[in-house]
C-alpha cells in the first residue's frame, strides 16, 4: 500500500497542455472597454512580454516547457501525490481519496507553477521589474521569489486586509526582496480614488489589479504579471495535472471526481484540465467541481457575462462568470478565492456543463481542514479547505451509496502562514456569510449579457 507516488525529475512534464485545442465551444474573445470590439494582442503588449501574449491567444495543444523553466520547476517539482489513507479511515469511506500536494513549492502554494515561467520570459525579453498584485499574498510570494531568481525587481500590491492579517507573507516577500504596498494605497490615482470614497476599504483584488496595472501600463522597463485568471496561467498550471496523470497511472487508478478550490480558476485547471482532455478526445466521464465560498459565488450565483478584470475598469471586457466588478466579498480568510470574477477558459467549459462547480460556507471548510490536518497531518492552507469540503460532502455519498469511487483532489496549498486564521476557528470568531438575492442581482444587473 503505497501511501506517496512520486515521480524523478526526468519526468517532469516536457510540455503544457491547452484545453483549448480540444474545447467544442472555445472561449468568446476579450472586448475592448470602449469600442466593445474584440482586442488584438497588441492590446496587451503594454502589460505583458510577447511570448506570455503569443501563449494567451494559442490554439497549440502542447506547449513546449522551456529548459530553464524545467531547470527551475525541479527546485520542488515532480510534488507528491498521496494516497489519503488517513482520511478515508476518519471518513469511513470505501471512496479512494488522492490528493496532488502542491504546498512543497518554495512559497507554499501551486503558484511558482506560472510564476517561474512568467518571470523568465519577462527576463528573455529585458523587462526590469514586475508589478503585481496579491490577495492573501500567495501569488506575490511566488513572484517575488521567481523574480528573485531570474535577476527582476518585483513591486506588490497586496489587499489591505490580508496585509493587515498575514505580516508573515509580507516579510517573505520582503525576503526575496519584493517591495510591498497595502492596497488600496496612496501610491496610485485608483488607490487613491477609493481610498476618498472609503478611507476603511480593506481592499480586493479588483482594486490592488487597477494599483498595479496603472503602475505597469506607462511604462516600458515595467511589465505586470497576473497569478490566475488568464489563459497564459492556467496554461502553466497544467504541469500539476501532466503529473498527476502519470501518478494515478502509477496508482493503477482513474479518477472519478476530481476536485479543487476555485479563486480565478488556475489550481483548478492545472489539475483537472489534462483529465477532462480525455473526457474530450477519449470518450471517458471524469466529474471535474470547482469549489468556492458561499460568500464569493460567482460559479454557482454569479452571471455569464462581459466584466471587467478588475474594480475601476481598466482591463478589456473578459466573458466569464461573474459577480460584477463591483463585488467586494466578506473578509474570509480564503483570501486567494475572494475574486469577482472566474477565468475565461473555465467560465466557458460551465456554460458548456463539461465542469461542475460547488459553494461552501467557510465554517464547513474549516472544520474539513482541522479533521484533514489530523488524519493526514498536512495543514491546508484556507482555500484549500473548501475543495476538502466537496471531498466529504462525495466521501459520504460513496458511503452511502456504497460505491467505490475514486476522488483526486488539489491540495494546492499549506495554511503555515494562516494560522491566525485557524486559531480564530478555534475561538469561535469566524462567521459565515451568504449573499441575498437582491445583492446578487443589483451588482449583476448592469453587465452586458453575452
Ligand atoms: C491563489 C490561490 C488559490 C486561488 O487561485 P486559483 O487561481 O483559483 O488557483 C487557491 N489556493 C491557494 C493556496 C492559492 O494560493
Redesign the pocket.
Given at each position: 500500500m503505497e501511501k506517496k507516488i512520486l515521480l524523478t525529475e526526468k519526468e517532469i512534464p516536457s510540455h503544457w497542455y491547452n484545453i483549448i485545442a480540444s474545447m467544442p465551444n472555445k472561449p468568446l474573445p476579450p472586448l475592448h472597454p470602449g469600442t466593445r470590439q474584440p482586442i488584438g494582442p497588441e492590446m496587451l503588449e503594454p502589460l505583458f512580454p510577447m511570448e506570455l501574449i503569443k501563449q494567451e491567444v494559442t490554439g497549440e495543444k502542447y506547449v513546449e516547457i522551456p529548459d530553464a523553466v524545467r531547470e527551475a520547476y525541479k527546485l520542488y517539482r515532480p510534488t507528491p501525490l498521496y494516497r489519503a489513507y488517513g482520511l478515508e479511515a476518519a471518513l469511513d469511506t470505501p471512496a479512494h481519496i488522492y490528493y496532488k500536494y502542491e504546498g512543497v513549492s518554495p512559497s507554499g502554494?501551486?503558484?511558482p507553477n506560472t510564476a517561474i515561467p512568467q518571470a523568465y520570459y519577462n527576463k528573455q525579453q529585458g523587462v526590469k521589474r514586475i508589478v503585481t498584485e496579491t490577495?492573501?499574498g500567495?501569488?506575490g510570494s511566488a513572484l517575488s521569489f521567481a523574480c528573485n531568481m531570474f535577476g527582476l525587481e518585483c513591486e506588490v500590491y497586496m489587499v489591505k486586509v490580508s496585509y493587515n492579517q498575514k505580516p508573515y507573507r509580507r516579510i517573505m516577500m520582503e525576503t526575496f526582496g519584493a517591495k510591498v504596498y497595502a492596497s488600496p494605497s496612496d501610491h496610485t490615482e485608483s488607490g487613491r480614488k477609493i481610498l476618498a470614497a472609503d478611507p476603511h476599504s480593506p481592499g480586493s483584488l479588483g482594486i490592488a489589479i487597477s494599483e498595479a496595472i496603472e503602475r505597469a501600463a506607462p511604462d516600458p522597463d515595467t511589465k505586470y504579471a497576473l497569478?490566475?485568471?488568464l489563459n497564459h496561467?492556467l496554461l502553466h498550471?497544467t504541469v500539476v495535472g501532466q503529473e498527476a496523470l502519470i501518478q494515478m497511472e502509477k496508482a493503477g487508478e482513474l479518477p472519478d471526481i476530481i476536485v479543487?478550490?476555485?479563486?480565478?480558476?488556475?489550481?483548478?485547471a492545472g489539475l483537472s484540465f489534462p483529465f477532462l482532455r480525455l473526457n474530450l478526445e477519449e470518450g471517458k466521464k471524469i466529474r471535474a467541481i470547482a469549489s468556492e465560498p458561499l460568500s464569493c459565488p460567482k460559479l454557482t450565483r454569479g452571471v455569464f457575462s462581459y466584466d471587467f478584470g478588475d474594480t475601476i475598469g481598466m482591463t478589456p471586457l473578459l466573458p466569464m462568470y461573474t459577480l460584477g466588478h463591483e463585488f467586494v466579498p466578506a473578509s474570509i480568510h480564503a483570501g486567494?478565492?475572494r475574486y469577482h470574477g472566474a477565468g475565461v477558459i473555465v467560465s466557458q467549459l460551465l456554460k458548456d456543463k463539461l465542469i461542475e462547480a460547488r459553494a461552501h460556507a467557510q465554517l464547513e471548510c474549516f472544520e474539513a481542514g482541522v479533521k484533514f490536518a489530523r488524519a493526514e497531518g498536512i495543514i491546508p492552507?484556507p482555500?484549500?479547505t473548501h475543495a476538502l469540503a466537496t471531498v466529504f460532502q462525495e466521501a459520504a455519498k460513496a458511503r452511502e451509496e456504497g460505491t467505490r469511487k475514486t476522488i483526486l483532489f488539489n491540495l494546492?496549498?499549506h495554511g503555515h502562514f494562516d494560522m491566525q486564521a485557524y486559531g480564530d476557528y478555534f475561538a469561535g470568531k469566524l462567521e459565515d456569510h451568504e449573499l441575498t438575492d437582491a445583492e446578487i442581482s443589483d451588482l449583476t444587473s448592469k453587465l452586458i449579457a453575452v
Open positions: 502554494s501551486h503558484k490577495g492573501a500567495q501569488w497569478g490566475s485568471v496561467v498550471q479543487a478550490p476555485f479563486g480565478g480558476g488556475s489550481n483548478f486567494g478565492l492552507a482555500e484549500a494546492c496549498g
